[in-house]
Structures are given as structure tokens and as C-alpha cells.
């Protein structure tokens, strides 16, 4: 499986954040309540009374419930709120996705932790925490038929997530499930698939569901904004906490592979070890972003790393520096095809190995 090279790194404009299309693990059919709901406007009476009746989608895992959420406002969960035989636990983990459009104060959100609900609690049999499931809502599966948008902004999505957060919510929790956990190699695809905007295949789609993935790393890996980021970190997720055993990736690693400068800058701030290596392939941080890292973040992220005391000449498990992964895709005559700022931070990876 051919890894991203350093052209993408180059060529490859990375913008925004992924393409939600549905938040579930199944897509179901478009409940009639919700094909009304898509259709009517929040101020109308009979909109909003047939929302209210999509309430009880909730109690489904079916795709369907989250196309409820897409059309939903803080309104429409209050009144879910009181609607007889609602899970406010189901409710609660399905307005942690981004899909929901709660306000900039997270008022849907705080109105459903007002009930008492426990927000380290998986309402699916210990699967995922509601801020885990906000973390990896932008992993969707091909087979997600209707792509639905993220329905909050940056500023609404720092408040949702600071939301959990004072509420006791635990930054450092890890997604657990039944499946076997371990397996190393989806990671570099499903991130590579991420950092490309693209939908993630079902195939690495499910490989990953049977992986321990930290809110912090899925959070990084999805895209989410650099100021929800920035609250994880504020109350207390540790950037040098791995992933799965088998992986030892660090938020550190994701973030050099995705070529987010503003999260690299942000995680080593709070103090994320630059030496960290992966078990599975032996890599630092520098090596993930010699494989994997796209968009105009790319020369600013290598910079970032070499600024951090990172030492270029670490070798992985097949004896090859961060330079040796970029020298086996280019070549030289390549290399001077490059914007100016790439060239100079490949000339500082190279000088820096061999000195």
C-alpha cells in the first residue's frame, strides 16, 4: 500500500475539516419524521412538533436518528427532554457529534447534562464516551449514502466540547469495543484517507472500530478545530498518552502526519515528547510527516520539529531516518520543481541528517 509522498506534501490542498456523512456505523433509511423535518424551517409550528416526534429515533442506532440531529436545535433537545421513554444518555451521545447544531454556548448540550446524565458514560456497552464519539465523528464509511455537513462552527464546537469537559468528562478516554485491538497498519490509511478529505473506506473504516483510539489522537486525525483542541489539552489530556497497543502512536505522531503546524505548535507546548517512537514501525514524530503530511502545513510543521531538538538521524525499525523516507520518493531534479519553503525545510532535514 504506497504511501503518501512528499509531492502530496507539496500539491495536495488540505482544507477544512472532513465531509460527515453520517456519524453512525450503519446508514439506515431517512425516517419520514426526519425527510419532514430537512424540509421545514425552525420557526415553524409543525416543523418543529414533528422534530419533537423524531425524538424517539434516539433510541435506534440506525443512521436515521442522526439525520434527526442534522435539522435539529437546542430547542428541539429540550423538548426531547421531556419527551416520555427518552434515553437522555442516547440523546446525549448523539448531540456530542458535530452534525448537531448546537449554539456558541452549547445550550443543547448543557441542557441534556443538566438532567444528571454521566458524561463518561457509554449508553452502547462501554464502546465510546460522548466526547470519544465527538472525537471520531468524521470517519465515515463509503457505504454512507445521504453525506450530511457539520452543522457547527468552530466557536460552537469549542463550547460543546468545554461543555463535557467541566461536567467531568475525561480528555484522556480511550474508544474500547469487543473487536481485537493492536493491529497497526489502518492507522497510516485512515489518517492518509483523512488528511485527503475523502471518505474513509469501509473496509479500514472497521478495522479501525476495533482499535483504542484517545480522544485527543481522534480529535487530531478528524480534523476538529485547533481551539477544541486547544480545551482538550487545557483540562488535562496528556499529548504523550498512546494509542492502542501495537500502535504507541502519540498526538504528536497524528498531528506530524496530518501537518497541522497550529496543533503540533499547541502539543508541544504542553510539553509532548518530540523522541517519542511508534513500536510497530519505530518512528518519530518526523518520520510521520515525511510519509504522510499534506497541504500548505507541511514546511511549517517540519520547522516546528526540528525547532523542538527532535534528532533527524533516529532510524526506524528498517534502519531509515525522516530523510531516507522523503529521498526513496523524490528526486533531486524534483526537489527543484518546489515553493521556496518547502525546499529550504527538505535542504534543513538534510543537512541535519548528515551532519
Known sequence: MPCINVVHMISVLVVGSLAVAGCGPESGTMAPSAKIAMAGSDTNEAGAATRAEGCQ?????????????????PADIRRCLAVKGVNHNKLLYRAASPIFRDDDTASGVRAILATGVDPNVSPYGGQSTPLAFWARAGWIPSYAKQPLPLGRSPEADEAVVRAFLETGADPNAMKTSGFRTGQSKPVVPLLRAASRNRTIPTKIYSASWGQNWRVLHAAIGSNRSTR???????????????????????????????????????LLAHGADPHAKTSYRGWTALHTLAVGASGPGAAESGHLLLDSGIDPKLRDRKRQTAWDLVRARITPELIETFPPEVRQVLARLQTATRG
Not at 429515533?57 to 436545535?73: K, L
Not at 502519540?250 to 503540533?264: E, G, S
Open 228 to 266: 477544541s483542541i486547544a480545551a482538550l489539552l487545557e483540562y488535562g489530556a496528556d499529548p504523550n498518552l498512546t494509542i492502542a497497543p501495537g500502535h504507541d502512536w502519540t498526538a504528536l505522531h497524528v498531528a506530524a502526519f496530518m501537518a497541522r503546524a497550529d496543533v503540533i505548535r499547541l
Open 57 to 73: 429515533d434516539v433510541q435506534s442506532r440506525q443512521g436515521r436518528d442522526m439525520r434527526w440531529f442534522a435539522t435539529a436545535t
